[in-house]
């Protein structure tokens, strides 16, 4: 399978606990982006790399919130002290830029990773 | 105001009726326009893709972009079980060198009865 890997699936803590996700997006994209979806809502903007550089992040990413991807390749999303309003499916897309005059990047959807907090 | 706006549905269709799901936004600077398709517990999966004004088609599956009411629709004919899903517009602006994030609309439900 090819398609963009998010782990784990799912993870249930405790308020207060520090918790992190990965993303492995599809091989050669250079641009990854991190949404977050609550229920019954679409998917935000979090935050988004292209290569190594982390270029934009959302005012819904609070201090609390940060992300990595170290050599351009995978990326980490870390939640520190959790709280109950971070519950959500966090959702990693890529994309492979291109400069076609008209055309924008496709985003492709990891599985997402389910996030319960108690 | 929210930059998109999609009604949330549910909505509820027989097998073989033709679906019509829409979106309006407000942001003048949106130039792509996608819907995706989210199973239950899944990552969303892009369906079509158009650039500007104007109609795609795609076997059962029409897209239409009209910029200047700012409205777009998706219509789904011969409608089959298998489309009971969550249907999410989403839109993106060109950006120099910079990121193309998705603005998406809160996503519609469908489920298509046999």
């Known amino acids: 399978d090819t398609g963009v890997s998010q782990n784990p699936r799912h993870k249930i803590t405790k308020r207060g606990q520090n918790v992190t996700f990965r993303c492995d997006p599809i091989?050669?994209?250079?641009?990854l982006y991190w949404y977050r979806q609550t229920l019954g809502q679409g998917p935000e903007f979090l935050t988004y790399?292209?290569?190594?550089?982390?270029?934009?992040k959302s005012r819904l990413l609070s201090d609390r919130f940060s992300a990595e991807r170290p050599k351009g390749s995978f990326s980490t999303l870390e939640i520190q002290r959790t709280e109950q309003g971070d519950s959500a499916m966090y959702l990693c897309?890529?994309?492979?830029?291109?400069?076609?005059?008209?055309?924008?990047?496709?985003?492709?959807f990891g599985p997402g990773t389910r996030l319960t907090v108690l | 105001q929210k930059e998109v706006e999609q009604d949330p549905g549910p909505l509820s269709v027989p097998e073989g009726a033709i679906v019509s799901l829409n979106c309006t936004y407000s942001?003048?600077?949106?130039?792509?326009f996608m819907w995706y398709r989210q199973y239950s517990r899944k990552g969303p999966e892009l369906l079509m893709y158009?650039?500007?004004?104007g109609n795609k088609e795609d076997g059962r599956f029409t897209a239409q972009v009209d910029k200047s009411s700012k409205y777009i629709s998706l219509f789904i004919r011969d409608s089959q079980p298998s489309d009971s899903a969550t249907y999410l517009c989403?839109?993106?602006?060109?950006?120099?060198?910079?990121?193309?994030?998705?603005?998406f609309g809160k996503g519609m439900k469908l489920t298509v009865n046999p």
């Open positions: 897309a890529s994309s492979l830029t291109t400069r076609t005059s008209g055309r924008t990047d496709t985003q492709y």
């Open positions: 091989s050669e994209h250079n641009r």
């Open positions: 790399f292209q290569n190594e550089a982390q270029l934009e």
């Open positions: 942001n003048s600077a949106f130039q792509y």
């Open positions: 158009t650039y500007s004004s």
């Open positions: 989403a839109m993106s602006a060109r950006s120099q060198g910079g990121s193309e994030k998705l603005v």
